[in-house]
Every structure is written in C-alpha cells, then in structure tokens.
C-alpha cells in the first residue's frame, strides 16, 4: 500500500518560509493524488492542496492562494509544499494524504485512503 511520511515542519517568524515534504514509497505511489491538510487544537483538519497522480492538476484552498504551492518530484518520489508568507493563523500540524480516485484531485477529507504521522509548523513572534 501507500506509505507517507512528512517533514520540514519548525518554528518561524510571521512573513517566513518554509518547505513541507511528503516522502512516499509503495509499489503504486505514483497513481495516487496527493492532498495537504492543516489542524490546529480544537479546530477540524482542512484541506489546503492538492496535486494529481501525473502532477498536472492542482488545488487550493482560498485562504491559502497565492502563498502556498504544492509540486510533485517523480524522481524522489516526494510531494512538496512551499508556504511563504507564513501568518500566526497557519499554525497547525500538516498532514499529506494519499488518495487511490484518480482525475483531477480535490481537497475533501472523504477522497483520502492513505495518512501521514503530519508535521508540525508553528508561526509566532
């Protein structure tokens, strides 16, 4: 089956960067669409992007538009996604997903098989 595992997560200041990865492994990795889903505490997990199995289809939230960018490196078999601008509100521990419904991807919970242990990002001051 599919496997993820996520890193990249840290401690950094309002208006930073950072660059989440997804690691994946399994014999198919390559058919499924990959999401990013954020939950902060108390607060239910959203979908924030996604990508498809071929990386040709993306979405994203509109709360994350223009600051967020997810892409797919076939050669390492990675999804990655790049947060700039970072505010006090995207604190949260972020989470990829693997989903086995191929076409264009979409950011609900429901379309999602597969889970990472997720990442935590905490932007603060």
């Known amino acids: 089956q599919l496997q993820l595992v996520e890193s990249g997560g840290g401690l950094v200041q309002p208006g930073g960067s950072l660059r989440l990865s997804c690691a994946t492994s399994?014999?198919?990795?390559?058919?499924?669409?990959i999401g990013w889903f954020r939950q902060a505490p108390g607060k239910e997990r959203e979908g924030v992007s996604c990508?498809?199995?071929?990386?040709?289809?993306?979405n994203y939230a509109d709360s994350v538009k223009e600051r967020f960018t997810i892409s797919r490196d076939h050669a390492k078999n990675t999804v990655y996604l790049q947060i700039d601008s970072l505010q006090p509100e995207d604190t949260a521990v972020y989470y990829c997903?693997?989903?086995?419904?191929?076409?264009?991807?979409?950011?609900?919970?429901?379309?999602?098989?597969?889970w990472g242990q997720g990442t935590q990002v905490t932007v603060s001051s």
């Open positions: 990508i498809s199995s071929g990386g040709g289809s993306t």
């Open positions: 399994g014999f198919s990795w390559h058919y499924y669409n």
């Open positions: 997903a693997g989903s086995s419904r191929l076409g264009n991807c979409d950011i609900r919970r429901a379309a999602y098989d597969y």
